[in-house]
């Protein structure tokens, strides 16, 4: 195919950019070579950052970066640089921290204007083609910075450097301990909670107002302390939470697998794109709800995620793909969405029970289409129409069924093809949780078989380093926090579910490596990127839970963790420390600190230490994995391990026995799992 244009990005391997590599606008990729562009030319750099599944970066490509005459002021006055937000999150972290402080709000896509130097001075999302709604169209901003740059450099150069150094200071958390006494106590945790539920959706689910994300973070925290507890308010939110999205239209209930988040407080109208990392974290979740609860729709959702991932989003060679586009054929949700008389056309005779059912009707629920979602359960249904739950459900099973097959004829959304080694981290995790809840063989064999694909793909040779993409067999870019973070996690859970010490030792090796690269030893925290990295203005450190866990969080949860494993008392420490640094903030603002929340409640209730010895412990190992024990620290081995304190003292040569201790005292073994329920109680 010929194209009239084609700029700098045709050279890389991100969807993406990819995207952008034919417009007029003259993209370069982020590198020396752009920045030292600018310095030359004395141009301003606008920065615009983006991802493949973003609907409103398509909408300002076609508008703005499309458009001959808007691409010609652009390339005229500024050097123009184009970034994945997926490939280099350090470099979105910074300059959406930036936006944010100029505007108070941020979004993708993302448009920074910098100094030559790359100090951000101005900012913002979306700009349409033309004024509206009172805000300046993309010209007007392009036509204003540059009269700014020409006649006001010097006010401009003070702004950027005002801007960040802002950046900087905003980075000092975590300095100052809280008293660690008053924070790891009940009283703490029953505080945190209150906090927590008062911002809690206690008749639709969730937390807040419109958008409504999973948050499937304080949902964890809220299970486990109904465990740790008995809360029942904290158990009841968690569960509606949890069944709500389920019904709801952020969920598919053709294809399985959920939408980012809702743009409603209903979960009824969702951003359509599907990312690795959400699927992965309420596999996550709903794993332990269903241990907790053995509610058969939280297993069933499990299994048809699991299914949506491994058809839709892993590939060959067992990695996983990021994301799925919004759009298809350039409209938000139309390969999800359904006229009524589409549905009746495939469906015939059971259109109107389906129809009923699913809040499908002639004018729409939606944007004069329909979300297929649920809002009554299918007995209160059944009950309400007079009709059989069994016929319902069959009508139902059957419908969705053939709706899928016709759905499969349209034009889909694009797949973002480039695997994250954090996300599939992510994703790794959650194969083993799921296996653990469930029993399937099949995701216990996936979460190794990725592992083996991750250590084959991402590993750097050249001096034990990791890295964070990989496309079209190149991996490129250092790993970053969340990267290590998360890939330690995910060998611990693989031990668990394996019994393979050699997990451990690969995690107590990384964690190593990130003690050594990315620490703050004023603080004790981790930066975001690697200490040799110097392609950014500002290392951050990033703490919040967001749409993603915090590295920090999650280093705190590994180090915790294997400190335990290996008996390393500087760890256990360690791992106090970052949650002592950061305690009235977690207490105060749960919702931004779900995981630090999670490891601040285990810090108070303790940890169990459960070994399996003998010579089969496969059957026990599962049947510890297969019920609800949060707080727990696993290892099973057939037979002594040098090296791995847990297991001194205990006898490998009988039966198969299982030690539950704490603090290193050990009860007396047990063989079932009725008497370790009765231990852990």
């Not at 973070?217 to 486990?224: E, G, K, T, W």
């Not at 919040?544 to 494993?565: H, T």
């Not at 305690?583 to 230490?609: D, H, M, R």
Request: proline share 3%.
């Amino acid at each position: 195919m010929n194209h009239k244009h084609t700029n700098l990005l045709i050279r890389e391997t991100s969807p993406y950019l990819l995207q952008h590599a034919h417009n007029p606008v003259q993209w370069r990729p982020w590198g020396q070579e752009a920045l030292d562009a600018a310095q030359k030319e004395d141009k301003p750099i606008i920065v615009s950052i983006g991802y493949a599944a973003c609907h409103w970066c398509h909408v300002m490509e076609r508008e703005s970066f499309e458009n001959e005459e808007t691409a010609k002021l652009m390339n005229e006055n500024f050097i123009n640089i184009k970034i994945d937000r997926e490939e280099r999150p350090d470099i979105d972290h910074i300059y959406m921290d930036a936006v944010q402080a100029m505007t108070g709000s941020g979004g993708w896509p993302l448009n920074v204007f910098l100094m030559p130097d790359g100090k951000p001075f101005y900012g913002g999302t979306y700009f349409p083609p033309v004024r509206a709604h009172g805000k300046s169209s993309w010209t007007e901003i392009l036509n204003a910075v540059k009269d700014a740059y020409d006649k006001r450099k010097t006010e401009l150069e003070s702004q950027a450097e005002n801007l960040t150094e802002h950046l900087k200071n905003s980075n000092l958390f975590g300095s100052v301990s809280n008293n660690q006494e008053t924070l790891f106590s009940k009283k703490s945790i029953e505080e945190l909670t209150h906090n927590l539920l008062k911002n809690a959706d206690k008749e639709l689910g969730g937390f807040g107002s419109a958008p409504k994300f999973p948050q499937t973070f304080s949902i964890q925290f809220l299970l486990r302390n109904y465990y740790y507890s008995g809360n029942q308010e904290s158990l009841r939110q968690a569960l509606l939470s949890l069944d709500k999205m389920i019904c709801g239209g952020i969920y598919d209930h053709l294809g399985g697998g959920f939408a980012r988040y809702s743009t409603d407080e209903k979960w009824l109208a969702p951003h359509f794109e599907k990312m690795l990392y959400d699927n992965a974290l309420i596999i996550n979740v709903l794993s332990e709800a269903y241990q907790l609860t053995k509610i058969e729709a939280y297993k069933t959702t499990i299994e048809q995620t699991m299914e949506f991932i491994q058809r839709e989003l892993m590939d060959t060679d067992g990695g996983f793909f990021s994301a799925l586009d919004a759009d298809s054929e350039g409209v938000e949700g139309k390969f999800y969405t359904w006229s009524k008389s589409e549905i009746e056309d495939v469906l015939k005779a059971d259109a109107a029970f389906f129809c009923s059912f699913f809040d499908v009707s002639e004018e729409g629920n939606w944007e004069h289409t329909n979300i297929l979602w649920i809002k009554s359960p299918i007995k209160v249904f059944a009950q309400a129409n007079g009709v059989e739950e069994e016929f319902l459900k069959n009508v139902i099973q059957e419908g969705k069924a053939k709706l899928f097959e016709s759905r499969r004829e349209r034009i889909r959304p694009v797949l973002d093809d480039k695997k994250l080694l954090g996300w599939n981290a992510l994703m790794n995790i959650a194969c083993s949780k799921a296996y653990a809840a469930t029993g399937n063989l099949k995701y216990k064999e996936l979460a190794e078989r990725n592992m083996d694909f991750l250590e084959t793909a991402f590993t750097d040779s050249s001096g034990g380093l990791w890295l964070h993409s990989f496309k079209n067999g190149i991996a490129k870019y250092p790993a970053f926090l969340d990267d290590y973070a998360y890939l330690i996690n995910a060998y611990i859970h693989l031990q668990e579910i394996t019994a393979n010490e050699q997990y451990l030792l690969k995690a107590r090796q990384l964690t190593e490596l990130v003690n050594e690269h990315f620490i703050d030893s004023e603080t004790g925290l981790f930066f975001y990127t690697h200490k040799n990295q110097n392609d950014v203005i500002v290392r951050k450190k990033e703490v919040y839970d967001g749409a993603i866990p915090s590295g920090n969080a999650i280093m705190a949860i590994n180090i915790r963790y294997l400190s335990v494993i290996f008996d390393l008392e500087a760890w256990q420490k360690q791992s106090i420390s970052m949650v002592s640094n950061l305690g009235n903030a977690i207490k105060k603002f749960p919702t931004s600190f779900g995981n630090w929340t999670c490891l601040l409640q285990e810090l108070v209730y303790g940890i169990s230490e459960i070994i399996i010895t003998g010579n089969d412990i496969q059957s026990s190992l599962f049947a510890i994995l297969n019920e609800y024990f949060p707080g727990k620290i696993m290892q099973g081995s057939t037979h002594f391990l040098e090296g791995f304190p847990l297991l001194y003292g205990k006898d490998f040569y009988s039966e198969t026995l299982i030690y539950i201790c704490r603090n290193s005292t050990c009860e007396t073994p047990v063989k079932t799992i009725d008497e370790i329920k009765s231990l852990l109680k």
